[in-house]
């Protein structure tokens, strides 16, 4: 099974209903992989890695693993894992997807919450005091296909065809030697911006898929998830949308963002017949119907040109105290990754591409960011899941207001009790981090001075925060 032909680094594949003969032909000579045909959807499939690259995560003893999983024909989607710094053996097990839709996992890891951040010259690495893994084992994964180091046949074009993938890349993984000791650990599901349709969906599908294993109507590996985080979300466009008048005319701690006019034509474009609102209930009505597509995608370009774009005005949307010209945090990371020599230690077989066109077009053109994922948010809150929903306070695109009236929005059994749950500080060492409220297994927080990206403005709260959810508890004060 394992194959070794760099003498500095372990590079194993393993197989499953795969073919020998196509990996012989990739990788050189090797022993014989193990071949385990479970079903007929897990043909084409496989994992092939690199151990412990020495980039990034430099903490001694701490292993990482980077590589592809084929998810199927011509589909090579990318992750990046690190072994927790502290009780590897029992810490939890964490999956991180950035949003776009289409943008890379290695945003999170590289500018927020991953073991390393590049120099500013971009030739090398700093240990991240903060980073998740010193509580958690994490994976980032790169997907849709095309998105980030991921490499292939990309047909996602909406956020309920891209769960199967992922679904299908944690069967291989938990089907393989190397990362099979995680399924039974807790699994937390974290996640950003589009991350806000990503998660409801995602979870849900392997809810389901759980439910046909327990029936025995299919034979797979469970992926249970135990806590779902939310970082600045997009979960409901109508809210949202709605939200951004709300935050431009006063965003709480900060004032007016834009003048009186703007604001004007913001309340015109949202609530004049066949605006914005009108358009956005039109998609909702549409549902999926043939014609939904076209209404969907339709509503939101006009929502975009004519209520967000003029809400940000000026100012950088994933941080109202910043312009578009001077952004925090640097992306000093892709001159890192464009260096060949990270590139060939990782394991990397095409360029990296942080938010590439072809996959997000590919969901604007379905509408897909009009449509609502609320819903199914809200079962998952009332299943007693846990869940943190937070947002960063200086985020224009996904602001905590449009955030916060989209959780008081949802239907299950604790909504009145949140409704009347005040927002309370969060401290850390007497200073307040967050306004949270707390209504059993559900947590909403607004983390203050922080933009769109919170690990990346607040690290110390964000791991705290993230502790507290790996420890099960609600929100509080340290």
Same mark, same amino acid.
């Given at each position: ?44 499939? !496989?994992?092939?890695?690199?151990? /412990? ?84 084992? %994490? ?14 046949? #990309? @047909? ?11 679904? @299908? ?5 938990? +089907? ?18 589009? !991350? ?24 797979? +590996? ?19 949308? +709605? ?5 431009? @005319? ?30 956005? =209930? ?12 076209? %209404?969907?995608? @339709? ?19 994933? #941080? ?19 260096? =060949? ?69 949802? #239907? ?12 309370? /500080?969060?401290?850390?060492?007497? =200073? ?5 409220? /707390? ?33 099960? +508890? ?5």
């Amino acid at each position: 099974m394992f194959l070794n032909y760099l003498s500095h680094m372990s590079i194993a594949s393993l197989l499953v209903g795969g073919s020998i003969a196509q990996a012989a032909s990739h990788l050189g000579a090797f022993e014989a992989p193990h071949v385990e045909v479970r079903s007929q959807m897990f043909n084409d499939t !496989g994992l092939r890695y690199v151990k /412990n690259s020495g980039i990034c995560e430099t903490t001694p003893g701490v292993e990482q693993i980077s590589g592809y999983i084929d998810v199927g024909t011509n589909m090579s989607m990318w992750f990046w894992f690190f072994e927790s710094r502290d009780s590897p053996e029992t810490a939890p097990f964490t999956l991180w997807l950035n949003g776009g839709p289409g943008c890379a996992s290695e945003i999170g890891l590289f500018q927020e919450n991953g073991p390393c951040h590049v120099t500013p010259d971009g030739n090398s690495t700093t240990i991240n005091p903060y980073s998740w893994n010193n509580v958690s084992n %994490i994976i980032y994964i790169d997907q849709p296909i095309g998105t980030g180091f991921s490499y292939g046949t #990309d @047909t996602v074009n909406t956020t309920e065809a891209a769960a199967p993938f992922v679904w @299908t890349a944690f069967q291989v993984l938990f +089907e393989s030697q190397l990362f099979s000791k995680y399924q039974s650990r807790e699994f937390i599901f974290g996640t950003e911006s589009y !991350g806000g349709y990503f998660g409801p969906s995602f979870v849900t599908y392997f809810d389901k898929q759980n439910a046909l294993i327990a029936s025995n109507a299919i034979e797979a +590996e469970p992926v249970v998830v135990s806590a779902l985080m939310i970082n600045n979300g997009w979960y409901d466009p109508l809210i949202q949308h +709605e939200a951004y008048l709300t935050f431009a @005319t006063y965003a709480p701690g900060y004032g007016q963002l834009q003048l009186d006019d703007v604001l004007a034509n913001m309340t015109k474009a949202l609530y004049a017949p066949g605006g914005c609102v009108d358009q956005i =209930k039109a998609c909702y009505a549409a549902g999926n119907s043939a014609d939904s597509d076209q %209404i969907c995608d @339709t509503a939101s370009t006009y929502c975009v040109n004519y209520v967000q774009t003029p809400a940000f005005g000026d100012r950088d949307g994933d #941080d109202l105290r910043q312009n578009a010209s001077a952004l925090f945090p640097p992306e000093y990371y892709l001159n890192y990754l464009a260096n =060949k020599q990270v590139l060939q230690k990782i394991g990397a077989e095409t360029e990296y591409l942080e938010c590439p066109d072809a996959p997000y077009e590919l969901f604007m053109a379905t509408g897909d960011n009009a449509r609502t994922w609320l819903p199914a948010l809200s079962t998952l809150a009332n299943s007693g899941l846990k869940m943190l929903i937070w947002a960063g306070d200086a985020d224009i695109t996904c602001n905590w207001l449009g955030v916060h009236a989209a959780v008081l929005a949802m #239907d299950w059994y604790g909504n009145e009790t949140l409704h009347n749950t005040p927002l309370t /500080n969060m401290t850390i060492n007497g =200073k307040p981090v967050a306004a949270i409220q /707390n209504v059993d297994n559900f947590t909403f927080a607004r983390v203050y001075e922080s933009g769109h990206e919170v690990p990346a403005f607040q690290p110390q709260a964000a791991l705290e925060m993230f502790t507290q959810v790996v420890r099960k +508890e609600q929100l509080h004060s340290v």
